[in-house]
């Protein structure tokens, strides 16, 4: 799950991470009032889901409050375009107000799990205000990495050896130990998949402060943090996205236009690979699951089809715990109560194969059934095309 920055500002705070004055408005008249309160000039920031805000005009400075009004007038509202949002953008329906603050460096901060260590690693770079990505792919060396235990946290002299690595002059290096410190607590405690500081500023003063700030949470630990639930902004997430898992079903809305339905995380990207294989193209990751009911595949075939960009659908099972024949019977539900016009490839395997083929083989309906991935995958192709 994600949420915007002034929420993982917030959360950064509750562990005395520094972080600049703010706060969130709706409103011109509330960016004019966060303005007054703040005092002198103020950035003024789109609260959207993506990255790259700055170069697409959703982040501005105002001079005073009423420079702050005007620029709150014509940012709530627009669509914000970023190399992370796609050409649709994103209807920006929040903004950050915040103090200036004399910024001397720009560093980076940020919390990932290395899932070949098996652990959360640290990384600082030197290079903040960059995308890490950029800087991973052109200068791999300015990425300074320290794995920890989350029962144990960055070790003080951890966070000791990133500061004095990323220039971080002696007499700030205490706050900037606390600040990386804090960042890893928040991480570990609140079950995060990612936390990251873009940039994490030393100002001219000699204080740090975390002037960017994203946290994403591993949606199987929400369950022991209810209150973060109530940070989940729907109107940034796909529809289809949020509908799918209302259902159960993990659906990721992708660009193609060959629709997949599939049981299993694992057989689900080998569809999309032998589709992308045989020259077509994705429109979708969706799971239903081992255990799905008629009811869900019914569902499911719903919302997949509900992205227009879908020409033709592969419906690919291993029936083990979600039997064929209980697919089929969703499948063929599914294509009579929803006027199915799209073709419709189906390759099953498993528990009550025989079964399940009958029964679409008998439903009067558009089906055709391939005899292998391979097979299915070039029959889907060439009807989406």
């Known amino acids: 799950m994600k949420i915007h920055e002034y929420q993982a500002k917030a959360i950064l705070a509750q562990f005395n991470v520094p972080v600049p004055r703010g706060a969130v408005a709706y409103t011109a008249e509330e960016a004019e009032t966060a303005a007054k309160e703040i005092g002198g000039s103020v950035v003024v920031k789109a609260q959207i889901h993506?990255?790259?805000?700055?170069?697409?005009?959703?982040?501005?400075?105002a001079k005073n409050a009423a420079d702050a009004a005007a620029i709150a007038r014509g940012m709530i509202g627009m669509k914000l375009v970023t190399h992370q949002t796609g050409p649709e953008g994103r209807v920006v329906q929040r903004l950050l107000v915040e103090e200036t603050l004399p910024i001397q460096r720009e560093l980076y901060l940020g919390i990932v799990l290395d899932r070949v260590l098996g652990l959360p690693?640290?990384?600082?770079?030197?290079?903040g205000g960059m995308e890490i990505e950029e800087v991973a792919a052109k200068n791999p060396e300015m990425i300074l990495k320290e794995s920890f235990r989350p029962g144990i946290g960055l070790a003080p002299y951890q966070a000791r050896k990133l500061a004095f690595g990323i220039g971080i002059p002696p007499a700030?290096?205490?706050a900037a130990v606390a600040a990386m410190i804090a960042l890893a607590k928040a991480y570990v405690e609140r079950d995060a998949s990612l936390a990251e500081i873009n940039p994490f500023i030393l100002t001219k003063e000699g204080k740090v402060y975390a002037l960017d700030a994203k946290i994403n949470f591993d949606d199987n630990g929400l369950y022991r943090h209810k209150e973060l639930l109530d940070l989940r902004d729907l109107n940034e997430e796909d529809p289809l996205e949020v509908e799918a898992s209302r259902y159960g079903l993990n659906y990721i809305k992708l660009d193609g236009n060959v629709g997949c339905m599939v049981n299993g995380a694992g057989l689900a990207m080998a569809t999309m690979?032998?589709?992308?294989?045989?020259?077509?193209?994705?429109a979708n990751f969706l799971d239903v699951g081992g255990g799905a009911t008629a009811e869900q595949v019914k569902n499911a075939f719903r919302i997949l089809l509900s992205d227009k960009n879908v020409r033709a659908v592969l419906i690919n099972i291993f029936g083990g715990i979600l039997r064929c024949d209980t697919l089929a019977t969703g499948v063929v539900a599914a294509a009579r109560d929803l006027n199915i016009q799209a073709p419709i490839v189906v390759r099953m395997e498993g528990t009550n194969v025989e079964l399940g083929r009958k029964i679409l083989m008998e439903s009067g309906l558009n089906f055709t059934v391939g005899e292998d991935m391979r097979d299915a995958a070039e029959k889907v192709v060439k009807l989406a095309a």
């Open 50 to 61: 993506a990255g790259g805000r700055g170069k697409g005009g959703g982040v501005k400075i």
């Open 121 to 127: 690693v640290f990384m600082a770079s030197a290079a």
């Open 172 to 174: 700030s290096a205490n």
């Open 273 to 282: 690979d032998i589709i992308k294989h045989a020259g077509g193209s994705p």
